[in-house]
């Protein structure tokens, strides 16, 4: 690389306070625009944002098999990717909808929301019907297992009977999606571990072999800080208490790994 292409990579990495370690102290939630409302069970904007200024050029296509409330198309919009993201719940699919329409598209970028299961729908099919070819990004950010319930659908990954059920049907995902990557495109995984009768679940590292299994290089695993809700901070000696008495500790952070086709 000559000084002058390292130096706009460099001021293009300060501008955008772009990550480059694995430890990801992210500050107070993004909630400008049409991130203003908050919904349980989102992430923060921040999240699909360093995958997508790192990983992706303007008008590249970004897909998230796990759309919720839509802040990964929100922030296509915002960064000039074409965004096609897949939401199963009617009710999230919904508000996912207007959250996106409320973002100015300044750069005349396709944003689709689809509704249906990410395991079995074409995706691919469907970038070529419009247009966008393959993607360089894929986000996923997959229910936890149970811990939260997205809806009452059999096919939603947070009704899965049980773990192994679970890690087939996240597998499935990665299958279908990495049929619509490019070669060296990026899968940008976002999960977090559980407790269950006791034990530690770590869906991290289970999801992570899922992901590796079905042929993807895993290129980093970097943890990021969970900012407490206002509702945890204030039961927050209420968790040590519980933590203390039963000999664990309470969840601080999540996982964000990164994967390469
Ligand atoms: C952890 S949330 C994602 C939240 C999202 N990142 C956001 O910021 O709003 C997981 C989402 O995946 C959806 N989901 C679960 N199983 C699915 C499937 N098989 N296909 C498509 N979406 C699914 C759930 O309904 C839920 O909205």
């Given amino acids: 690389m000559n000084t002058k292409s390292w130096e706009s990579m460099k001021n293009f990495v300060e501008q955008h306070e772009v990550l480059t370690d694995s430890l990801w102290i992210l500050g107070e939630r993004d909630d400008s625009g049409a991130h203003s409302e908050l919904h349980h069970g989102g992430f923060i904007p921040q999240i699909p944002r360093q995958a997508i200024l790192r990983f992706t050029h303007p008008y590249e296509t970004v897909i998230d098999c796990f759309s919720g409330y839509g802040t990964t198309l929100i922030e296509c919009r915002r960064w000039g990717r074409h965004g ?27 944003t689709m929301l689809v509704r249906g299961n990410s395991a079995s729908f074409d995706i691919r099919g469907r970038l070529e019907e419009e247009g966008l070819g393959e993607a360089s990004l894929a986000v996923l950010h997959p229910p936890y297992h149970d811990i939260i319930k997205y809806g009452v659908d059999e096919e939603n990954l947070c009704n899965a009977t049980s773990l192994s059920d679970f890690r087939n049907r996240y ?17 940008e995984l976002v999960i977090g571990d ?21 042929g993807f290089k895993l290129k980093s ?20 208490y519980r933590a203390l008495k039963s000999g664990f500790y309470f969840f601080k952070h999540e996982y964000v790994m990164f994967f390469r086709k």
């Avoid at 559980?194 to 079905?214: A, D, I």
């Fill in 171 to 187: 597998g499935a995902v990665v299958e279908n999606v990495g049929r619509a990557l490019k070669p060296g495109g990026y899968l």
């Fill in 84 to 110: 096609f993201g897949v939401e199963l719940d009617r009710k999230i699919h919904g508000i996912a909808q207007s959250r996106i329409e409320e973002e100015p598209n300044r750069y005349e970028v396709k």
């Fill in 194 to 214: 559980k407790y269950g009768n006791g034990e530690w679940v770590p869906l991290g590292f289970q999801l992570m072999e899922e992901t590796v299994k079905r």
């Fill in 221 to 240: 695993i970097c943890v990021k800080n969970i900012e407490n809700t206002m509702a945890k901070r204030s039961q927050i000696h209420l968790w040590r």
